[in-house]
């Protein structure tokens, strides 16, 4: 998970916008905080008043750290590292957090007809993006066979909060939704904390509610897929939503002149390959855009808008072609374009 922000935040002025708080309240500040979780940043604004910052963001950092230790591959005794350590075949009863998604990562591997596999690890690590060393190199056949051999979400259970490997060596990433799952849950506490007006961004994912302190609605923008540059490429008003975008401009690498993504296929167990640039989605859970994202990116342009449009869900892609990017949206998303 490193760092990668490809949703930014839009610091200019923005006029004319309806469905205010009401204008004679100046008491209503916005307040900033900034951290890190995750191996990237966090950037959290709250709108209120007399918000006690520093006892809220102890509190959203005693739970990012707790998201961390139950699902981080990074932290070797983490809850998942230990799983994943594990050769043993006996199901065993994990957190609530580390239940909750895993559950929504395999509802998205059935949904997305395996696009999205969390077990998809070895492959990860295979092609170095994981947390093992980097080859840079092009694996042979022969080690790509035996490695799919260990992916799939088959080999994967989970029942009455029970998880349970189907063979010794399955290895369980989180982290293509974990980043969303936590922004979930930063909202959540905010909420409960009766502050209904937010915007929470982890690492590029985020979710927002409300409000601004002006009365304005929250404003994203979707970068530039360009690899050198950061430069705004579309203004979004998600409303009370999360937004995720994924894509493999910002994490890859080059062998023999061709560009490896960090998404892979699990069909064919290599790096994605196609014209695909981008893909943001918006959707009430930051969780379930994340996946939905990245998911979209393995399918491919054609595929991925067929199951936008069947899912009804609120997509735009960014593709290659010889004229340039080509934009395109599915009709629920038309709502959020400035
Ligand atoms: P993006 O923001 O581009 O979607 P994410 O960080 O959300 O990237 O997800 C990509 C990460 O997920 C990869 O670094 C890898 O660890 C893992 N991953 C790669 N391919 C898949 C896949 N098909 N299904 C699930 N996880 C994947
Ligand atoms: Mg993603």
Redesign the pocket.
């Given at each position: 998970?490193q760092y990668?922000m490809k949703l930014v935040l839009v610091t200019l002025a923005v006029f004319v916008l309806s469905g205010c708080f009401p204008s004679n309240d100046l008491t209503r500040q916005e307040y900033l905080m900034q951290g890190k979780t995750m191996g990237t940043t966090y950037n959290i604004k709250v709108v209120g008043e007399h918000i006690d910052t520093v006892k809220l963001q102890q509190g959203i950092d005693d739970k990012l750290k707790q998201l961390n230790q139950e699902m981080s591959t990074y932290i070797k005794d983490s809850e998942l590292s230990r799983f994943n350590q594990s050769t043993s075949l006996e199901p065993i009863s994990v957190s609530t957090g580390l239940a909750r998604v895993v559950k929504e990562a395999i509802r998205l591997g059935a949904l997305t007809q395996g696009?999205?596999?969390?077990t998809?690890g070895p492959l990860?690590n295979l092609w170095g993006?994981?947390p093992e060393y980097r080859p840079e190199t092009v694996p042979s056949d022969e080690l790509l066979i035996a490695t799919k051999a260990r992916v799939g979400l088959d080999k994967l259970t989970f029942a009455n909060g029970m998880l349970a490997k189907k063979i010794p060596d399955i290895y369980v990433?989180l982290?293509?939704i974990a980043?969303g799952y936590g922004v979930d849950l930063v909202a959540e506490y905010i909420e409960d904390n009766g502050i209904n007006n937010y915007l929470v961004e982890i690492g590029?994912e985020m979710r927002l509610k409300g409000f601004k302190h002006t009365g304005e609605l929250w404003h994203v923008a979707i970068e530039k897929p360009l690899t050198n540059e950061r430069a705004v490429h579309q203004i979004i008003v998600p409303k009370d939503n999360a937004v995720a975008?994924?894509?493999?401009y910002r994490i890859y690498f080059e062998a023999d002149g061709q560009r490896f993504s960090?998404?892979?296929?699990?069909k064919t167990g290599k790096p994605i390959n196609h014209k695909l640039v981008s893909v943001t989605v918006i959707h009430p859970s930051s969780m379930t855009a994340?996946g939905l994202?990245?998911a979209m990116?393995?399918m491919g342009e054609e595929k991925a808008l067929a199951f936008a449009e069947e899912n009804d869900l609120a997509v735009y892609i960014i593709a290659k072609s010889d004229h340039g990017f080509v934009e395109q949206s599915t009709v629920k998303f038309m709502q959020y374009l400035k």
């Amino acid at each position: 998970m490193q760092y990668r922000m490809k949703l930014v935040l839009v610091t200019l002025a923005v006029f004319v916008l309806s469905g205010c708080f009401p204008s004679n309240d100046l008491t209503r500040q916005e307040y900033l905080m900034q951290g890190k979780t995750m191996g990237t940043t966090y950037n959290i604004k709250v709108v209120g008043e007399h918000i006690d910052t520093v006892k809220l963001q102890q509190g959203i950092d005693d739970k990012l750290k707790q998201l961390n230790q139950e699902m981080s591959t990074y932290i070797k005794d983490s809850e998942l590292s230990r799983f994943n350590q594990s050769t043993s075949l006996e199901p065993i009863s994990v957190s609530t957090g580390l239940a909750r998604v895993v559950k929504e990562a395999i509802r998205l591997g059935a949904l997305t007809q395996g696009a999205l596999d969390v077990t998809v690890g070895p492959l990860v690590n295979l092609w170095g993006f994981g947390p093992e060393y980097r080859p840079e190199t092009v694996p042979s056949d022969e080690l790509l066979i035996a490695t799919k051999a260990r992916v799939g979400l088959d080999k994967l259970t989970f029942a009455n909060g029970m998880l349970a490997k189907k063979i010794p060596d399955i290895y369980v990433d989180l982290s293509t939704i974990a980043k969303g799952y936590g922004v979930d849950l930063v909202a959540e506490y905010i909420e409960d904390n009766g502050i209904n007006n937010y915007l929470v961004e982890i690492g590029g994912e985020m979710r927002l509610k409300g409000f601004k302190h002006t009365g304005e609605l929250w404003h994203v923008a979707i970068e530039k897929p360009l690899t050198n540059e950061r430069a705004v490429h579309q203004i979004i008003v998600p409303k009370d939503n999360a937004v995720a975008t994924s894509g493999d401009y910002r994490i890859y690498f080059e062998a023999d002149g061709q560009r490896f993504s960090h998404i892979i296929d699990p069909k064919t167990g290599k790096p994605i390959n196609h014209k695909l640039v981008s893909v943001t989605v918006i959707h009430p859970s930051s969780m379930t855009a994340d996946g939905l994202s990245t998911a979209m990116m393995v399918m491919g342009e054609e595929k991925a808008l067929a199951f936008a449009e069947e899912n009804d869900l609120a997509v735009y892609i960014i593709a290659k072609s010889d004229h340039g990017f080509v934009e395109q949206s599915t009709v629920k998303f038309m709502q959020y374009l400035k």
